[in-house]
Every structure is written in C-alpha cells, then in structure tokens.
C-alpha cells in the first residue's frame, strides 16, 4: 500500500509539474497577445493625434494667413484715413458733409433777410474742433469693422 501511494504521489507530482508547464505556455501566449493588442492600441492613438496635430497646424496657418490679412486691410484703411487727413489739412480735398445750414445764428448766413438761393451760403463743413473726431470714427469703424469679421469667420 506504501507502494501505491508513493505511484500515487509521484503522479501526482509529475501531473502537477507538467500542468504547470502548460499554464505557464497559456500565460506565456495570452501576455503575448496582450502585448500585441496594446501595441496596437497605442500606435492606432499615436496616429490619430499625429493626424489632429497636423490638422491643428494647417488650421492654425489659415487663422494666421486670415489675420495677416486683416492686419493689413485695417493698416491700409489707416493709411487712407491719414492721407485724407493730410489732403483735408493742406487743403489739395475739402470736407464736405450732407447737412443743413440754420438761419439763425450761422456765420455764414446774415440773420437780416430771408433769401431764396444759396449763393451766398458756404457749402456745410465740419468744424476745426470736430475733424480729428471724424478721423477717429472713422478708423475706429474701419478697425471695429475688420475685426468683426475676423472673428465671425473665425467662429464658423
């Protein structure tokens, strides 16, 4: 009986060990796969954020070529602005405005009489002190208006 269990326990052992050597192949294959599989994982994400990348550097050479051009529309409105500015001022252009001359009180207009042409009336001006604020508005417009539209095409 001491025989059998000692064949008995020798099995057992061997069954044991060769067991173990084919769990340890299992193991060997499943890390294998799992290795493989994340791999793979890994290069599928490195490609997409290369490709978002690339993506996000064209966009971004597009907003700067975008705004390269609106810089230079509100500099080139500057510059028609300061040379209207200049044409007014040595006097070459004159500043003429739709308006309407009172009666009453005007330099221009003799508070006397009523006549019926506008002969002897100048043509409306701005005033000295009101010209740099048109020049203002103006380039404010111009510049508001530019960038406007930089950020609208920016946010479509």
Request: proline share 1%.
């Amino acid at each position: 009986m001491k025989t059998y269990l000692a064949i008995f326990l020798v099995g057992c052992a061997l069954g044991a060990l060769v067991n173990g050597w084919r769990l340890n192949a299992n193991m060997a294959d499943l890390r294998t796969a799992h290795s493989d599989k994340l791999k793979e994982i890994s290069d599928k994400a490195l490609q997409t954020q290369q490709s978002l990348q690339a993506e996000l550097d064209a966009n971004e050479k597009l907003w700067a070529t975008a705004e390269a051009i609106q810089y230079q529309t509100i500099l080139e409105a500057r510059n028609e602005i300061d040379n209207l500015r200049d044409a007014v001022n040595d006097k070459s252009k004159q500043l003429l405005v739709n308006a309407t001359c009172s009666a009453a009180g005007s330099d221009n207009v003799s508070e006397t009489g009523t006549d019926s042409s506008l002969g002897e009336r100048a043509a409306p001006r701005l005033t000295k002190d009101a010209e740099p604020y048109y020049y203002t508005l103006i380039e404010q417009i111009v510049t508001m208006t530019a960038q406007l539209n930089y950020y609208q095409a920016r946010c479509e």
